[in-house]
Each structure stands twice: as C-alpha cells, then as structure tokens.
C-alpha cells in the first residue's frame, strides 16, 4: 500500500499564494489563509482558524492575473496546528481546468528558470 506522496495521482506543486475561503455554515466570514502545494484534486492550506476534519470550505482563489478560481474543499485531515490537506470535492470543469493550466505553466516556468540556472553554472566552469 502506498502512502503520502507515492498515494497521489496528480502532480501537486509548491506554492505560497493567499487565499480566502469560507466555512460552509456561515458563507458570509471570509477567512484568510495561504495555500501551500496545490494540485487539480487538492490543496494544502495554512490558517489560524481552527477548522475540524470532514468540514466543507468554500473557497476563492486569484492564482495570477485575471485567473480566478472557486472551489468547495473538505479537511481529510490535519497536518500540522495551522495545517490542514483538503480535497477538492466540488468544481466547475471550467475551474478544474484553470487549475490544470495554472500548474502546467507554473511547471514549465519552474523549468525554464532551472535550464537557464543550468546555462550560468556550465558557463561558469
């Protein structure tokens, strides 16, 4: 059997981007957090509220410029005090792939900013 990492089925990326999402009894507080890795199935958020295991939370998202997105997660557990895994248990396909082309060209970024790093370090010697 699989565990942590090995268990997951889509490619999760690390971020550090805010976010505001909501408890589902009371829509009306918006709360902040961070999300700190997020793939097109779930997310990892910190936050001091204190939120309970199995609760939905609604949330609204800004992952660059004109690229907004919402969600409604559920806590499967948590993490850390301030941590807390989320599963994306509801969204539009409309968002779902505006998550899949935020992480593909946050990927490729990634990989371009790592070649060009490669480049200076072999000219170097």
């Given at each position: 059997?699989?565990?942590?990492?090995?268990?997951r089925?889509f490619?999760?990326?690390?971020?550090?981007?805010?976010?505001?999402?909501?408890?589902q009894?009371?829509?009306?507080?918006?709360?902040?957090?961070?999300?700190?890795?997020?793939?097109?199935?779930?997310?990892?958020?910190?936050?001091?509220?204190?939120?309970?295991?199995?609760?939905?939370?609604?949330?609204?998202?800004?992952?660059?410029?004109?690229?907004n997105?919402?969600?409604?997660?559920?806590?499967?557990?948590?993490?850390k005090?301030?941590?807390y895994?989320?599963k994306?248990?509801?969204?539009?396909?409309?968002?779902?792939?505006?998550?899949?082309?935020?992480i593909?060209?946050?990927?490729?970024?990634?990989n371009?900013?790592i070649?060009l790093?490669m480049?200076?370090?072999?000219?170097?010697?």
């Amino acid at each position: 059997m699989l565990k942590g990492e090995e268990n997951r089925r889509f490619v999760r990326v690390l971020l550090d981007i805010p976010c505001k999402f909501s408890l589902q009894d009371n829509l009306k507080e918006k709360i902040e957090g961070k999300i700190i890795d997020l793939s097109i199935s779930g997310i990892s958020l910190e936050t001091e509220k204190e939120i309970s295991v199995g609760e939905n939370l609604n949330f609204y998202l800004s992952l660059s410029e004109g690229l907004n997105c919402e969600f409604v997660g559920q806590i499967t557990r948590k993490v850390k005090d301030n941590e807390y895994a989320i599963k994306i248990v509801e969204i539009k396909e409309s968002a779902r792939n505006k998550l899949g082309d935020f992480i593909i060209n946050y990927l490729e970024e990634q990989n371009r900013i790592i070649k060009l790093f490669m480049q200076v370090k072999r000219s170097e010697k």
